[in-house]
């Protein structure tokens, strides 16, 4: 059955192949992260999160706890003794041009990302809705300030990819406006605004309810770290 | 057994009546995060950060995924089974004055969390080392630029209660100088450097092999959301 699965992965879902997405040649309003699929990794990843979270809210001295340890454990050992040296791996996640599966704020595989998804606009816009839960509070229900500047530098990423022109960042200036709430939705968005040789000026914002809470400037060098072969 | 390991936990590691550590009441060098304990909650959280971790690197074809998020999900539903309303939980987990436990860059209870664990000096910096892995990772076998900026808005903070007066993260200038190797020891530093009346300015970076890889200039507010009472 999990191979079965496995098949029915659609071959722009693998990230292998698939070619860059930008406002050039995909249209308006295109999911441009990588979309959760119903694979059983995907649905694993998922499943972790629900650990994650529940581990912050779950009732410290009735829950069992040294046993769910023990289970986890178990999952993790054999996790562990199916996954290959790690240089493969890296070399594995990375194969292909197109979007990754992995990273820590759109990635469906990672279970540390919310995962936040993202659609790119022919205003050169990316954009997308999060509802942020307790893993990722700073001060008493609110959005960490470190979590805000996560997600910011990730979505000017993506818009620098949207426009076609991206690269590392170099600079990050993050204000702060008012706290982001935690389980309520936030916007978030970010825009390529010009280049200059290789320099790239990117900016975004968090919001809530139409409010700004989190606004970003990000200046990108375009170069990149190749990709693993 | 796990009643016993809950009454075995010190009190001074529950977070709860422990005062705000400073260099005023606190000698140089000391631990100033929450820091791990053997306890259940602490060892399954462990676990979960192993299973983020593994589950990026097992391998897709042959882990027998649809079961392990079967199990995952089983796990999850229990520990939902025991935990109380949200409401509830922030005013337990935010009990006291003292540090929390549940942070997404310190908290021994959040799986999120590498975690960072951070000493304080009588010269007003904070320290610590931690070696981070592909659930952080941006560039391939790199640090994500956002992973340094949530630690160091984080490491800012905890300088900021080192020296006695903290507050809310105002601005966050973050400026990326060389990329951050993932499975390296790095070197993460903060320190407040002046006070004006509300406003707070305190420095940070990341550095590998005595390097600088990323270094932040954050300006606080002294304000503070109430605990939640």
Redesign the interface.
Known sequence: ???E??RAVPAEHSGKGLSHATMANTPSGTVITSPRGD???D??????R?????????????????R??????A??D???E???P?QE??VD??SGEGVTR????TGP????APPLVLRGYDDASVRGEVALT?????????V????S??????VL?VANAWSGKDG?????????HR?APL?ETLEVSGRQERTEGRKIWTTGQISHNGEVCVSVEGLFINK?????T
Do not use: S
Not at 109 to 112: C, F, I, K, Q, R
Not at 134 to 142: F, K, L, R, S, T
Not at 224 to 228: L, Q
């Open positions: 059955m999990a191979a699965e496995a694979t059983p990794i649905q694993a990843t998922e499943a972790a629900r650990v994650i979270d529940a581990l912050l809210r779950t009732n410290r001295d009735d829950a069992n706890l040294a769910v340890a023990a289970e986890l454990d999952i993790a054999h996790l562990e199916h996954a290959g790690v791996r890296l996640m990375w992995h990273d820590p704020v595989e990672n279970a540390v307790i893993p990722y509070q700073g001060p008493p229900g609110c960490h300030g470190g979590v500047a996560l997600l910011l530098d990730h990423g590392m960042t170099a600079q990050l200036n993050v204000r702060y706290p389980f990149k770290v190749p990709r693993p």
